[in-house]
């Protein structure tokens, strides 16, 4: 077994007007933005499946557009996440992956679910929707990740849940939402929300250090110092895990450059 996991850094979408001279050349065309930004980054958090279906063959032509090596994160459609009772979201889950997620084929990373502010854990509705998770689709393993924005999660419970199905707690560095960084799956996905767009790298350089070392700790198994728990008595398996990072949310212009200072900060 590798000893350490592979980390990837990135940032939500590519189609962003105030990137356009500041990230992308002045002179390139819209439809080539993808192409240059999956040039530059390991990995992009696909945002408009969260509030629309999308098609086969645009998955597969996002899959074309980036190089081997590159994947995406898929954000799961708020229909999914936004029903009343977790529990009763087979249909709308099963319609989000008809829409051709497989298409991404191993350009395809984890699935994240977004649930609102509003949302509290309810242990019993919220297990009933991660036995709702498929493994596969379209003979693709799937990786899913719980971006939960309501303290109530801060709960042992969660965290165990998180666990017995596989499934991995999105780490969030977020004004107001809460932080949980406890590890639960064979991977590490984290998103930082506190950057700013007067910062050329939108995270100080010295910030950007420590989340280097905290990403590469995650990757060889091993769980930071300093990051906000909801189990702080549990001890994750040890085992090297791929760990995707995120810029994204606040200091949104220098996201991209936030992103490839963290890739530059690993390979140091």
């Known amino acids: 077994m590798s000893k350490s996991g ?64 590159f994947v995406f994160s898929v954000k799961g459609n708020r229909f999914v996440t936004n029903k009343k009772v977790l529990g009763e979201a087979g249909e709308s889950m099963k319609k989000f992956f008809d829409t051709g997620v497989h298409e991404l084929g191993n350009k395809l990373g984890p699935i994240i679910w977004q649930f ?25 393993k799937l990786r899913h990740v719980l971006e939960v924005r309501n303290a109530s999660f801060i709960d042992p419970a969660f ?14 560095d977020h004004h107001d939402y809460p932080e949980i960084a406890d590890v639960t799956a064979d991977f590490v996905y984290s ?19 420590a989340w280097a070392e905290r990403a590469k700790a995650w990757a060889e198994g091993e769980q930071p110092a300093g990051l906000n728990l909801a189990a702080p008595d ?11 990072v995120y810029f994204i949310h606040e200091g ?12 530059q900060k690993l390979s140091d």
């Open 116 to 140: 609102a502010p509003t949302k509290k854990f309810e242990p019993h509705d919220f297990e009933a929707f991660l036995k709702l998770l498929p493994s596969d689709s379209g003979g693709l």
């Open 6 to 69: 592979t980390i990837r850094a990135g940032i939500g979408g590519w189609t962003f007007e105030p990137w356009e001279g500041t990230f992308y050349p002045d002179d390139l065309p819209k439809k080539r933005q993808l192409e240059f930004a999956s040039s530059q980054l390991r990995t992009i958090e696909i945002n408009g499946t969260y509030y629309r279906g999308q098609t086969p063959a645009t998955f597969a032509k996002w899959a074309a557009d980036v190089p081997d090596g």
């Open 159 to 172: 965290v165990a849940l998180a666990e017995k199905y596989k499934a991995a707690i999105c780490h969030a």
């Open 234 to 244: 549990r001890e994750p398996k040890k085992m090297a895990r791929d760990v995707f």
């Open 252 to 263: 949104k212009i220098r996201a991209p450059q936030a992103a490839m200072a963290l890739q």
């Open 191 to 209: 998103r930082l929300q506190k950057g700013e767009d007067e910062i050329p790298t939108a995270y100080p350089e010295q910030t950007i250090g």
